[in-house]
């Protein structure tokens, strides 16, 4: 009797080590499973915020600090990492928006844009780049150091270029967005004191799987309406999916080539975590009281942000054997 208790008990655990074990393939799986079951994402919409603390709750429980710390003390590549991610990319988003009237023609849109723009990089990021192959340690301390900023960057760039576009104010926007974060922050720390480090990386694969299911109630409820929204209106839909690609790509293309010297295995993933924008975040701190054209957008980036790691694996792969075997050629 012991025993059938102690196996159903461990089949949870059993069904999250697996999930995690799925990698990236698990993580496209989940935008094609949101678009396909739109009552899923009717019946998660409410838990919206939740999802948000809980996936940046695991992030921050999983940051080494040591390594953190020995990062921080040769600073330079993660102050111009830091800098482009937080204000180089909404400043240019902003400012190209405005140029081509983009704000007057199709507001909603524009805010989608400039909401992703000011937005920090996925918590999930790191993961997802280790995932690949990629080294995860750069990406995780510039995208804690952009995290920690956000609150202001936010802030400013909502005054600089949003006006009233939003139902809460710029200032109310950073307090938000810090609270939220630090609630997230102490609910790691409070988890790493209790349970420790080593038990936290001993459970790794199914810490991943949770973190996959987490991704999941995020994604159908953000992309719940999608579907209707493609029969309503089919050319608008794919119009800005496309934008959503675009966009993800740009900032990925741009990126890479902008820190090349770095060494285009840091750069490719330093490119990896500035595209894949926080865009829960920002759902989270305006309670998803946004036009219908700016959740359609942040549906329709789902896609590119769930593909793009597995699609981009091979390349990422060849990058770091690259980098490995210039290492290994170097003359000691």
């Not at 009237?101 to 990021?125: C, E, I, Y």
């Not at 997802?128 to 340690?137: E, P």
Request: aromatic share 8%.
């Amino acid at each position: 009797m012991a025993s059938n208790l102690r196996t159903i008990l461990t089949l949870p655990l059993r069904g999250l080590t697996w999930l995690g074990d799925q990698g990236t393939r698990a993580v496209a799986a989940i935008a094609f499973i949101a678009l396909a079951v739109p009552p899923l994402g009717a019946l998660l919409r409410p838990y919206v915020t939740e999802a948000i603390l809980c996936l940046l709750c695991i992030s921050f429980m999983r940051v080494d600090f040591v390594a953190l710390y020995g990062h921080l003390r040769r600073p330079a590549l993660i102050a111009s990492a830091t800098a482009w991610t937080t204000i180089g990319v909404p400043l240019i988003v902003g400012l190209l928006a405005h140029a081509t009237g983009l704000d007057k023609s199709s507001p909603g849109l524009f805010l989608a844009l400039m909401l992703q723009g000011m937005a920090s990089p996925m918590m999930a990021a790191p993961a997802l780049a280790a995932l690949m192959g990629l080294d995860a340690t750069l990406p995780l301390v510039t995208l804690v150091t952009a995290t920690a900023l956000v609150p202001f960057t936010a802030s400013l760039f909502a005054s600089l270029f949003l006006g009233g576009m939003l139902s809460i104010s710029p200032l109310a926007l950073g307090a938000k967005l810090l609270g939220i974060l630090a609630v997230s922050l102490i609910g790691a720390t409070a988890i790493r004191w209790i349970f420790g480090t080593e038990a936290i990386q001993r459970h790794k694969r199914p810490i991943d799987g949770f973190n996959i299911l987490t991704l999941l109630v995020f994604a159908s409820a953000v992309m719940g309406d999608v579907a209707h929204d493609f029969v309503a209106d089919p050319v608008f839909t794919i119009g800005v999916a496309l934008l959503a690609f675009t966009i993800y790509f740009t900032l990925l293309t741009v990126t890479t080539l902008m820190f090349r010297r770095a060494g285009y295995e840091r750069a490719f993933a330093i490119g990896l975590m500035v595209s894949q924008r926080n865009l829960g975040l920002m759902l989270a701190a305006t309670a998803g009281a946004l036009p219908a054209t700016t959740w359609l957008y942040f549906a329709l980036t789902q896609f590119p942000i769930h593909l793009a790691p597995y699609l981009l694996t091979p390349i990422a792969r060849r990058l770091t054997a690259r980098a490995q075997a210039g290492t290994v050629a170097e003359p000691t």
